[in-house]
Nanobody, 128 residues
Framework: QVQLVESGGGLVQPGGSLRLSCAAS????????IAWFRQAPGKGREGVSS????????YYSDSVKGRFSISKDNAKNTVYLQMNSLTLEDTAVYYC?????????????????????WGQGTQVTVSS
């Protein structure tokens, strides 16, 4: 059974950094696109970044471009999200999600409906 487990969230001051991890089980990273989404209180789920297991292509939302970096370690079956220069607006629950690369997709990388598996989320709070 596929499982995605996020870790690395916590409380950080504005301008600080955190690295989130998404550990996947019963799933081979090279066969999936893995994305990070976030959801702040009262807001919808927002696509933050995605990485293709096939060729390593990466995507970022405009709100995090230049500050966040996504990467993967196939040997550890883990995807990371390095978050730098954090602001109050980055406060949210962060989720990782997996989308199989087999077959066509009707969704863009930032659309939650396109993902088959989700983790339970990890809280990131940016506060002074």
């Amino acid at each position: 059974q596929v499982q995605l487990v996020e870790s690395g969230g916590g409380l950080v001051q504005p301008g600080g950094s955190l690295r989130l991890s998404c550990a996947a089980s019963d799933l081979t990273l090279r066969n999936y696109a893995i994305a990070w989404f976030r959801q702040a209180p009262g807001k919808g789920r927002e696509g933050v970044s995605s990485i293709s297991g096939r060729d390593g292509s990466t995507y970022y939302s405009d709100s995090v471009k230049g500050r966040f970096s996504i990467s993967k370690d196939n040997a550890k079956n883990t995807v990371y999200l390095q978050m730098n220069s954090l602001t109050l607006e980055d406060t949210a629950v962060y989720y990782c999600a997996a989308d199989s690369l087999f077959g066509p997709t009707s969704y863009a990388w930032y659309q939650a409906a396109g993902y088959d598996y989700w983790g339970q989320g990890t809280q990131v709070t940016v506060s002074s």
